[in-house]
């Protein structure tokens, strides 16, 4: 009863008064040992067991794997086979997972020969395992061919397999597959619904939501509603937000930690501070994701003086920041012109903390250099960093290129920096655009007209201007040059030739009386 509770004092109170020991007693207190995460006084017990059978050397391999030790699974596993033992199903389970945690599958291969070797292929189990396995490393090429080969396939066979074709962005084959499920479960539909909503159809996956909650004996799991915020988040579908917000106040899942941080992730995300920070209060136990999603919304938004209160508390809560606490911070610096509190984030990260500069923080730090009119400090900050951080990143170009296109010109550097980004990044519009922008901005329309004509040869084309605005719940999304909105097409002109005539009257109004 303890081990089953993962009370190990209790077990191995209970253990040191039994008179007689028999395997049972010691593999018991070998899980309780286990299940509580004492690897140490587990192998110790391992050690002392007079006779070990199959069960403890697949509840240490077990203990070893999911605490993310695979090199020691695998070591135990090597003493098995010198002890003469026969691996079984489990084993071989647990040896593929714990291959999953390596850098390179080459030790999973080896352990998929021992797999078909022993005969334990044709167990539904192992499959999934080699299944997760391969997919894990993207060769999913191996993964179809372990599920086409199943004589006997279970949900979680089908369930594998549709995930890792939405995290290697083949949503049409997820789609597919996903159609030809027996009975798709929970989990299935929140592959689906969170496959499609990280590969950008946010609107296809609320769809799919929406339709399954049609079906009576599916219920949404944390994980569902973790994955429908994200879709509302990334749709910027207030909302729709609000509405899940409303039945996971129903269904009880607001006071789930991981839900109340996706909700408010959402709310920050579509502009509702002040919903994402009445969620904020009402979380009991809060952890550093909390906190960072509370600071970088408050960041993102403009509200710098909460940002810096949200991480005066959570210092005062006892919470150490990482990397993400300041890249809110520096951002919202950034924003908010704070330049010296920004540096003095920027130098307390490195010397307080220990945290290495990366390209998000370097391109906030530049950008406040850039805005103040420092573009020489923020070229010698960039320079000094060079060794350490990764500086050709896309960010930390436009953060310098944005800083060369403001009132403080610098042409000379702008070219530099398009030289490099060019050569890094060739099919990004980015660095050209600004350019462009740059050279216009100081009259230089023959400089401009060449770096178009730059692009042209490259065949780099210019992403077209976005926005969108929520209507009665639903998401309008226009694009520049697009013709999506047929029928408003007409009234649109009709608007813009009478705004055309009244700015006429105005300006003709000037000339005259002047």
Not at 113 to 121: E, P
Request: proline fraction near 2%.
């Amino acid at each position: 009863m303890y081990a089953k509770c993962a009370r190990a004092d209790d077990a191995e109170r209970a253990f040191r008064e039994m008179y007689d020991r028999n395997a049972l007693s010691w593999c018991s207190l070998l899980h309780a040992y286990v299940a509580s995460g004492h690897l140490r006084l587990a192998q110790e017990l391992f050690d002392e067991m007079p006779n070990r059978n199959n069960v403890a050397w697949n509840t240490l391999l077990m203990g070893y794997s999911r605490s993310g030790n695979a090199r020691q699974c695998l070591i135990l596993f090597r003493k098995m086979q010198m002890a003469g033992l026969t691996c079984d199903d489990a084993t071989l389970c647990i040896l593929v997972d714990a291959c999953t945690e390596l850098a390179h599958p080459s030790t999973g291969f080896a352990v998929h020969k021992i797999v078909v070797q022993s005969g334990w292929d044709a167990m539904a189990e192992v499959s999934n395992s080699l299944i997760s396995l391969y997919t894990k490393f993207s060769l999913l090429d191996d993964a179809v061919r372990i599920f086409e080969s199943m004589e006997v396939r279970t949900i979680v066979s089908w369930n594998s397999l549709i995930d890792a074709y939405m995290k290697l962005g083949y949503m049409e084959q997820a789609a597919s597959l996903f159609q030809t499920v027996p009975e798709p479960n929970v989990i299935s539909w929140t592959a689906m619904i969170g496959g499609l909503a990280r590969n950008g159809c946010a609107d296809e996956a609320l769809r799919l939501f929406v339709e399954m909650l049609a079906h009576d004996h599916i219920r949404p799991d944390d994980f569902t509603f973790g994955a429908v915020l994200h879709a509302c988040a990334t749709s910027v579908s207030l909302a729709s937000g609000r509405t899940v917000h409303g039945r996971l106040v129903q269904t009880g899942f607001a006071s789930y930690l991981y839900v109340a941080n996706s909700l408010m992730d959402m709310y920050v995300k579509c502009g509702d501070v002040e919903s994402a920070s009445n969620v904020f209060n009402c979380i009991f136990g809060k952890d550093l994701v909390s906190w960072n999603t509370m600071l970088f919304g408050f960041a993102i938004n403009g509200w710098a003086n909460e940002a810096l209160m949200v991480y005066d508390s959570m210092k005062s809560h006892e919470f150490c920041p990482d990397e993400v606490t300041f890249a809110g911070l520096l951002t919202a610096c950034s924003h908010s012109g704070l330049l010296e509190q920004g540096k003095m984030f920027f130098e307390s990260m490195v010397s307080v903390h220990g945290i290495q500069p990366k390209p998000e923080h370097l391109s906030c730090i530049l950008d406040m250099y850039a805005r103040s009119g420092d573009i020489t400090k923020a070229i010698e900050i960039l320079n000094h960093c060079s060794e350490t951080v990764q500086t050709h990143s896309s960010d930390i170009h436009e953060a310098l290129l944005s800083a060369c296109s403001s009132e403080y010109l610098n042409a000379s550097v702008a070219r530099k920096v398009v030289k490099d980004m060019v050569r890094t990044e060739p099919a990004r519009d980015a660095g050209y655009v600004m350019l462009s922008n740059l050279f216009c901005a100081s009259g230089q329309w023959s400089e401009a007209e060449r770096v178009r004509r730059a692009m042209a040869e490259h065949s780099v084309k210019k992403s077209p201007g976005c926005s969108w605005i929520e209507v009665k719940g639903a998401v309008r999304v226009f694009v520049s040059g697009a013709q999506d909105h047929p029928d408003h097409t007409g009234f649109v002109c009709d608007v813009l030739r009478l705004l055309d005539g009244e700015m006429r009257n105005i300006t003709h109004c000037d000339v005259q009386s002047s």
